[in-house]
């Protein structure tokens, strides 16, 4: 009986071996250029503008494979704003206005507050989806990793022990993840175009609630790569009907001729939980 033959699995060292040895060379002119780093060792040759081609692979694939490991199939997206208060925040948001018209604005962020609730709660139902036959994950809650309606969905999916990714964003302030993102699933971007591709690449469902210019951007987004045919729809949920009917009137759009009165029907707006996890089921035969 011949013997089991032990072929090795590489004949070359691997990048992660070469950089340790190349990391500390023999000290002469030479070594010390910039010149004699190994390429992906060079922080100041990766940055410069002719490897942004680079840059875009590297941002698009590192969650990617991160995310492919984790065994994520499929996520559900939550938009919303970064300034609306959790239940525990109430009192110092109305206690740091002093004018009147911050006491007013104040007093309109506080009543959005149940928005944080219904983000958190829907967080909890959509993490209780299980796994499928292959061990994929389905449903996963995705934000954008900051605070607010981005919190409470993360919040909701740490109630329940389930994971969740949060898709943070270099800004000209420091905007650091939320406690509740998963660390192994907490991604952090620099470019807004590589951001948006991983929020939709899996999202299988999407909630909009009150928010401003980010929430807007990408509800928008998403609105027009289904309306143009360039994603299969999802089902897209707004939440708060006083707020959407009062921010845009999408029958106003139709009414002009810049949509079509079918486009109304690429979203629902929802006020509950309960109500929006309905309409997914029903989508995807959950029930």
Same mark, same amino acid.
């Given at each position: 009986?011949?013997?089991?033959?032990?072929?090795?699995?590489?004949?070359?060292?691997?990048?992660?071996? %070469?950089?340790?040895?190349?990391?500390?060379?023999?000290?002469?002119?030479?070594?010390?250029?910039?010149?004699?780093?190994?390429?992906?060792?060079?922080?100041?040759?990766? &940055?410069?503008?002719?490897?942004?081609?680079?840059?875009?692979?590297?941002?698009?694939?590192?969650?990617?494979?991160?995310?492919?490991?984790?065994?994520? !199939? @499929?996520?559900?997206?939550?938009?919303? @704003?970064?300034?609306?208060?959790?239940?525990?925040? =109430?009192?110092?948001?109305?206690?740091?206005?002093?004018?009147?018209?911050?006491?007013?604005? !104040? %007093?309109?962020?506080?009543?959005?507050?149940?928005?944080?609730?219904?983000?958190?709660?829907? !967080?909890?139902?959509?993490?209780?989806?299980?796994?499928? @036959?292959?061990?994929?994950?389905?449903?996963?809650?995705?934000?954008?990793?900051?605070?607010?309606?981005?919190?409470?969905?993360?919040?909701?999916?740490?109630?329940?022990?389930?994971?969740?990714?949060? &898709?943070?964003?270099?800004?000209?302030?420091?905007?650091?993840?939320?406690?509740? =993102?998963?660390?192994?699933?907490?991604?952090?971007?620099?470019?807004?175009?590589?951001?948006?591709?991983?929020? &939709?690449?899996?999202?299988?469902?999407?909630?909009?609630?009150?928010?401003?210019?980010?929430?807007?951007?990408?509800?928008?987004?998403? &609105?027009?790569?289904?309306?143009?045919?360039?994603?299969?729809?999802?089902?897209?949920?707004?939440?708060?009907?006083?707020?959407?009917?009062?921010?845009?009137?999408?029958?106003?759009?139709?009414?002009?001729?810049?949509?079509?009165?079918?486009?109304?029907?690429?979203?629902?707006?929802?006020?509950?939980?309960? %109500?929006?996890?309905?309409?997914?089921?029903?989508?995807?035969?959950?029930?």
């Amino acid at each position: 009986m011949n013997a089991t033959p032990k072929v090795p699995d590489r004949m070359f060292p691997s990048a992660s071996e %070469e950089a340790q040895v190349a990391a500390h060379p023999t000290a002469v002119p030479q070594t010390e250029h910039p010149a004699y780093r190994l390429a992906f060792q060079d922080n100041d040759f990766l &940055l410069r503008q002719d490897l942004r081609a680079v840059r875009f692979q590297l941002e698009l694939l590192k969650p990617e494979l991160l995310l492919n490991e984790a065994n994520i !199939a @499929s996520t559900f997206v939550m938009y919303g @704003s970064a300034r609306i208060p959790s239940p525990e925040e =109430v009192e110092s948001v109305l206690a740091a206005a002093t004018t009147g018209p911050q006491k007013r604005i !104040a %007093e309109r962020l506080v009543a959005k507050t149940r928005y944080y609730e219904e983000a958190r709660k829907l !967080a909890q139902l959509t993490s209780q989806v299980e796994c499928d @036959s292959d061990g994929g994950r389905h449903f996963v809650v995705c934000s954008g990793g900051g605070p607010s309606i981005m919190e409470a969905a993360n919040r909701g999916a740490a109630d329940v022990g389930a994971p969740s990714i949060g &898709l943070n964003i270099v800004l000209p302030f420091e905007q650091v993840p939320n406690p509740y =993102v998963t660390p192994g699933l907490s991604f952090q971007f620099h470019y807004f175009a590589l951001r948006k591709m991983h929020f &939709l690449l899996r999202a299988r469902a999407v909630a909009a609630f009150p928010g401003g210019f980010g929430t807007f951007d990408e509800l928008f987004e998403l &609105l027009t790569l289904v309306q143009t045919g360039k994603v299969k729809p999802v089902p897209i949920l707004l939440f708060g009907r006083d707020f959407w009917g009062k921010v845009v009137d999408f029958e106003a759009l139709a009414d002009e001729g810049v949509i079509s009165h079918n486009d109304l029907k690429l979203f629902h707006i929802v006020e509950t939980a309960e %109500e929006a996890w309905a309409i997914v089921q029903e989508a995807y035969d959950l029930a």
